[in-house]
């Protein structure tokens, strides 16, 4: 079983930045795909940003240009950097994690751009 711990969400100025981070842990044989993935209130879960375990990314086009997504494997960690926030990005972000054969949720962590 697989364990997520995610950290970093707050109430943020547009404009300003945010770093979340995911911290896998448990029964880890070996890591496949990490990303984030956000809910807006009254809206679907959407993918924001995944990593591949070769390193390659793809970004939802809200936010290309703005969010950065990495991984350290040494550590069973994502992270998401998020510059220059906009009100509309506003949800609650969860880190998935395919960890072997299986996939695993974070708990959720909220996002507030608001002035």
């Known amino acids: 079983q697989v364990q997520l711990v995610e950290s970093g969400g707050g109430l943020v100025q547009p404009g300003g930045s945010l770093r979340l981070s995911c911290a896998a842990s448990g029964s880890i044989v070996w890591l496949n795909a990490m990303g984030w993935y956000r809910q807006a209130p009254g809206k679907q879960r959407e993918l924001v940003a995944v990593m591949s375990s070769g390193g390659s990314t793809d970004y939802v086009d809200s936010v290309k240009g703005r969010f950065t997504i990495s991984r350290d494997d040494a550590k069973n960690t994502v992270y998401l950097q998020m510059n220059s926030l906009k009100p509309e990005d506003t949800a609650v972000y969860y880190c998935?994690?395919?960890?072997?054969?299986?996939?695993?949720w974070g708990q959720g962590t909220q996002v507030t751009v608001s002035s």
């Open positions: 998935h994690v395919e960890a072997g054969w299986t996939e695993n």
